[in-house]
């Protein structure tokens, strides 16, 4: 259900140039192209395991981003990403990121973060990339 919604709004703001940054669980990123974004994500857990990020744009499966492990200063990358424009990192044993440098209106997707054993809190992101500055 959580899927045809954010697909549904992925497809009206399709139609606008730009939109402003609003928030709700989980949230919505809004950046303009060219810039850097940071996604978070919480595990429950203290075990120094790894996060895996995937992309999925509406009609379309999951596409494999990465997996950061926590104790490994290199990701390992799907096809597609490359470290050029996309990395992880631990800031503690329970917070990752992603972080993408260099957005592209292709960027505009739902971002999930996973766990092996789902303790991750913060699972969906959604980014936006605007074509032009902010209002």
Request: net charge positive; aromatic share 14%.
């Amino acid at each position: 259900m959580r899927i045809i919604f954010y697909c549904v709004i992925l497809s009206l703001l399709s139609s606008v140039r730009c939109v402003k940054v609003f928030t709700q669980k989980p949230a919505i990123l809004t950046e303009q192209k060219g810039r850097s974004v940071t996604m978070d994500c919480n595990i429950e857990k203290d075990e120094r395991n790894s996060v895996s990020w995937y992309k999925q744009i509406p009609n379309a499966a999951p596409q494999y981003v990465l997996r950061y492990y926590h104790s490994n200063s290199d990701p390992y990358y799907g096809d597609g990403f490359s470290s050029s424009r996309f990395t992880s990192k631990a800031p503690s044993n329970i917070d990752y990121q992603l972080i993408i440098s260099n957005v592209d209106v292709t960027d505009s997707a739902v971002y999930y973060c996973k766990t092996y054993d789902d303790t991750a809190k913060e699972r969906q992101k959604v980014l936006w990339v605007c074509k032009e500055r902010f209002l």
